[in-house]
């Protein structure tokens, strides 16, 4: 069965950079949307970017211009994390979408914790 699993999450203080990757995408058939969530504490889990394979990119208002989302092979995907700031806080998720019966996938997450 696919599985998606993030890395790269950790401690980082305000103003530095990390970078999130998800393994697990080239098991996964009819692959139509990727991207990165995120839940903080209180929070509801809201979106941070997306990419299609049409081509399309967006990305959350809260994070524009500081971070990056890449397919970077087959198999993964990452996320370029800058100019962190403190509200950046919250557990990340990797998920894929495929057009393939519709089915959706979600890594376990992993947690990015920014200090001030």
């Known amino acids: 069965q696919a599985q998606l699993v993030e890395s790269g999450g950790g401690l980082v203080q305000a103003g530095g950079s990390l970078r999130l990757s998800c393994a697990g995408a080239?098991?996964?058939?009819?692959?139509?949307?990727m991207g990165w969530f995120r839940q903080a504490p209180g929070n509801e889990r809201e979106l941070v970017a997306t990419?299609?394979?049409?081509?399309?990119v967006v990305y959350a208002d809260s994070i524009k211009g500081r971070f990056t989302i890449n397919r970077d092979s087959a198999e993964t995907m990452s996320l370029q994390m800058n100019s962190l700031k403190p509200e950046d806080t919250a557990v990340y998720y990797c998920?894929?979408?495929?057009?393939?019966?519709?089915?959706?996938?979600w890594g376990q997450g992993t947690q990015v914790t920014v200090s001030a």
């Open positions: 998920y894929v979408r495929s057009w393939l019966y519709g089915r959706d996938y």
């Open positions: 080239g098991s996964i058939v009819g692959i139509h949307v």
């Open positions: 990419t299609t394979t049409g081509g399309d």
